[in-house]
């Protein structure tokens, strides 16, 4: 399902994108199979365990930005694997949008994420 999604920056622009929200309850994550080619993707995860691996093998040159339960934000990671080989993270982090990479913002002018 395809839903508006907002990112708030510290001085209070807001970016305005179409994305993907996938939501998942299990514990091993290919992620590409959830996306649809380079369009951003929200992931929503929804399971008790304390980590989460997500396979990013195919999801490349993409940007991670992860947030908390009240979709405040909490840090970043780059999928920007070019080789033929494997890759993936595991992270604790249950809120995740998928970007593709460059960005045309400051990560560290991230504020919060709202769904509309």
């Known amino acids: 399902m ?4 907002q990112i708030t920056l510290k001085d209070r622009t807001q970016i305005q994108f ?7 309850s299990d514990t091993f ?3 590409h199979e959830l996306q649809d080619g380079t369009s951003p993707l929200f ?3 929804n399971h008790q ?11 490349s040159p993409f940007l991670l930005l992860y947030f908390d339960e009240e979709l405040q934000f909490t ?3 780059y999928s920007i694997n070019n080789g033929n080989g494997s890759f993936g993270i595991k992270t604790q ?5 998928f970007l593709i990479h460059p960005i045309n913002f400051k990560l560290e002018e991230v504020l919060l994420l709202t769904e509309n």
């Open 2 to 5: 395809k839903k508006s999604i």
């Open 18 to 24: 179409e994305a993907a929200v996938k939501s998942t």
């Open 29 to 31: 994550v290919k992620v």
């Open 43 to 45: 992931l929503e995860i």
């Open 49 to 59: 365990q304390l980590l989460t691996f997500l396979e990013l093998s195919e999801v």
């Open 75 to 77: 840090g970043a990671s």
């Open 93 to 97: 982090f249950k809120r995740i949008l």
